[in-house]
């Protein structure tokens, strides 16, 4: 498969559009490979791991964490610098599905809340909201196969139609329209149309909505000590941090993988009976005491370690003939029991 179509169904399944203003998710290193038999998935792209990728011959590795936040450049020793050095002589490309998958509703980030069962599930801390256009043009000839296939590739494009009189009509959100225009013109102009003229016409539904987390209730009320247990089962560790009082029984849940202390409002706002995120920092856990929340940090890792993992499997289904294999990472945090 093209390397150029691998980064398509990306960009499908972690829609850059969703990405966080302040992120950097997208192409981390352009490499000079053409074609991909193996792409590799992984948590963070650590030397190390890159360097497992390659060994086994992955022509492309999709990571969750980016390279990077900022542009930098590789002028000092350290991850950053030794990720090109393993990257740039294998012609080898680097892909990050960070924001952009952590938002994706009913994405791979929404796990635990698949498994737990959550009913009534809706974004914890919503983020973007995207309205949608309609674009129209008449073209004298019939809408081709190539046209259409261009076109659809184009991100945030959800309908394209044409009707008996040579009106095209083209659903997309607002967001998806300076690059629709940008392949439109190119095609037009190699069909020989000259100048079109565009008719924009913003609807009011559908629109989409994402975020990051999401807060639903249990099918039915657990006792604390049967919810904890459960979810160990789910995490694959007995142990985490908690604070803030300890309810009686759970029924509704909130959660965000990764880091997600930043959402102790958002779920105390959704009345959640337990919060379960990482990267809780001292204040904020007394934060979280003072409003009566009970948090459980489970860890940054946990979380979305088993998230890229799924996500792995599900770029599989979509990559026909395109071996795909999940390199697993390490916390890079351990426990050490005393006495």
């Known amino acids: 498969m093209k390397i150029k179509e691998v980064i398509s169904v990306l960009q499908g399944l972690a829609p850059e559009r969703y ?28 030397p190390e791991r890159l360097a497992e990728a390659l060994d086994w011959g ?5 990571s969750h964490h980016p390279l990077f936040l900022k ?42 809340g698949d498994e737990l069962g959550l009913e009534e599930r809706r974004s914890l801390e919503p983020s973007r909201s995207f309205g949608a256009l ?14 259409a296939d261009a076109l659809a590739e184009v991100d945030g494009v959800f309908g394209i139609g044409q ?14 329209w300076p690059p629709l225009r940008a392949v439109l013109d190119e095609v037009l102009a190699a069909l ?47 142990f985490w941090t908690q604070t803030g009082p300890r309810p009686e029984t759970v029924a509704r849940v909130a959660y965000l993988p ?21 990267d809780v920092k001292y204040h904020q856990a007394l934060d979280a005491v003072g409003a009566g ?14 998230m890229m993992r799924r996500f792995a499997i599900e770029l599989e289904a979509e990559l026909p003939g395109v071996e795909v294999r999940f390199f697993p990472g390490r916390d890079p945090f351990a426990v050490r029991m005393n006495g």
């Open 19 to 46: 990405a966080a203003s302040w992120d950097n998710s997208g192409l981390q290193v352009r490499g000079t490979r053409q074609d991909a038999a193996r792409v590799a998935v992984c948590l963070d792209p650590l």
């Open 58 to 62: 992955a022509d492309l590795v999709a």
């Open 71 to 112: 542009p930098a450049a590789p002028v000092a020793e350290g991850p950053y610098l030794e990720a090109l050095r393993l990257l740039l002589p294998a012609g080898a490309w680097l892909y990050s599905a960070h924001t952009s998958l952590d938002s994706r509703p009913g994405g791979p980030a929404c796990w635990l």
């Open 134 to 147: 309609s674009v129209s043009f008449f073209l004298e000839q019939d809408l081709g196969e190539e046209l």
């Open 258 to 278: 990764g880091s997600g202390a930043s959402a102790l409002d958002a779920a105390l706002a959704a009345r959640a009976d337990v919060f379960i995120t990482g």
């Open 192 to 238: 020989g149309c000259g100048h079109t003229q565009y008719f924009l016409t913003q609807m009011r539904s559908p629109s989409e909505e994402v975020g990051f987390g999401e807060v639903g209730e249990l099918p039915e009320p657990l006792p604390y000590d049967a919810f904890a247990e459960r979810l160990a089962g789910l995490l694959g560790r007995g």
């Open 163 to 176: 009707d008996a009189t040579g009106e095209v009509r083209i659903l997309c959100h607002d967001a998806a």
């Open 293 to 306: 929340l009970h948090v459980l940090d489970v860890g940054h890792f946990s979380l979305e370690e088993e």
